[in-house]
C-alpha cells in the first residue's frame, strides 16, 4: 500500500487555495494549507511536506523569502518546490530557479490538469 503525499499548498488567496486544495484531494493528495509566509515556513517544518506550492505574492514573508529558507534549512531543502503565481517576468522565474524552485508555473497559464501533472511528476523524480 503506498502512502498518501503530503503537498503544502502556501497561497493567500482562499478562492484559490480552496480550488487547488479540493482539487488535489480528489486526485488522492493530502493537503496542508497556509495562507501566508511565514506560516507557510513552520508548517513546512512541522509537516515535513513531500512538495511544496508556493505563491510569491504573499503577506508577513514573499514566496522567495520563504524559498530562500526552505532551501537554506537542512531538513526541507530537498522538497521540490513548486512555484505557483502570477508574476510572469523573466526576472522573477529566473530568481525562483536559481533559489531552487523545482519548477515555475504562472496561474494564468495553466489548468489544474496540468499543475496536477507537475506534481505527480516531480513527486515520482
Do not use: C, H, W
Amino acid at each position: 500500500m503506498r502512502s498518501v503525499k503530503k503537498i503544502l499548498f502556501i497561497e493567500d488567496e482562499p478562492a484559490m487555495q480552496e480550488m487547488l486544495s479540493g482539487f488535489l484531494e480528489d486526485s488522492g493528495f493530502n493537503v496542508v494549507s497556509a495562507y501566508d509566509g511565514l506560516s507557510g515556513l513552520e508548517t513546512a517544518r512541522r509537516e515535513k511536506p513531500d512538495l511544496i506550492l508556493l505563491d510569491l505574492i504573499l503577506p508577513k514573508k514573499d514566496g522567495f523569502g520563504v524559498l530562500s529558507e526552505l532551501k537554506r534549512d537542512e531538513a526541507l531543502s530537498s522538497i521540490p518546490v513548486v512555484v505557483l503565481t502570477n508574476l510572469e517576468s523573466a526576472e522573477d522565474v529566473d530568481r525562483a530557479l536559481e533559489s531552487g524552485a523545482a519548477a515555475y508555473l504562472v496561474k494564468t497559464n495553466y489548468l489544474l490538469d496540468e499543475v496536477l501533472e507537475k506534481v505527480k511528476n516531480l513527486l515520482r523524480e
